[in-house]
């Protein structure tokens, strides 16, 4: 079974906020389950931790999770959050494969969903050794193909 990690913004100005955007990871971590991987949503594994420990602390934690993860599907407001930024250069350094949101509307977002799943499930690793070759060739970490999965 294939693990996809769903990263976007936790933090918000309110407790109201924080459990809003727990809320909006949640929805697409069932998007993912429903097209057959398992998610990881970070949001729902430390939500109420808030002061427990430094915010770097739970930066570099789900930074760690996300790197053993098969792909990575970023929500729509992703942009927004810095932890975000880290997840999506991090992933494209170790050619994970990132599916982002904000390029399509909710009402596709469960077939696009489907879609990476399929796609992650059926030919990743060649598509990643490609990523890693390429990585390698620009001499920079960064892969020549920016979207997964390529077009």
């Known amino acids: ?6 990263a976007g913004p936790f933090r918000g100005p309110t407790a109201w906020d924080i459990a809003e955007n727990i809320r909006a990871a949640e929805r697409i971590g069932r998007l993912v389950a429903l097209a057959g991987a398992m998610p990881l949503i970070p949001h729902a594994n430390t939500a109420h931790f808030e002061g ?34 880290g997840e999506f250069r991090e992933a494209g350094r170790l050619c994970i494969p990132r599916l982002c949101l904000d ?9 696009e969903i489907a879609g990476f799943v ?7 690793e060649q598509e990643r050794q490609g990523c890693r070759d390429s990585v390698e060739a620009t001499g920079n970490g960064t892969p020549i193909t920016e979207r997964f999965p390529p077009t």
């Open 103 to 111: 390029n399509y509307t909710p009402d596709v977002f469960p077939f």
């Open 52 to 85: 427990q420990r430094s915010g770097q602390f739970w930066l570099d934690g789900t930074m760690e999770l996300m790197r053993r993860c098969d792909g990575v599907v970023f929500l729509p407001s992703w942009r927004a959050s810095q932890g975000s930024l």
């Open 118 to 124: 399929q796609w992650i499930t059926d030919g990743k």
């Open 1 to 6: 079974m294939k693990i996809v990690y769903v």
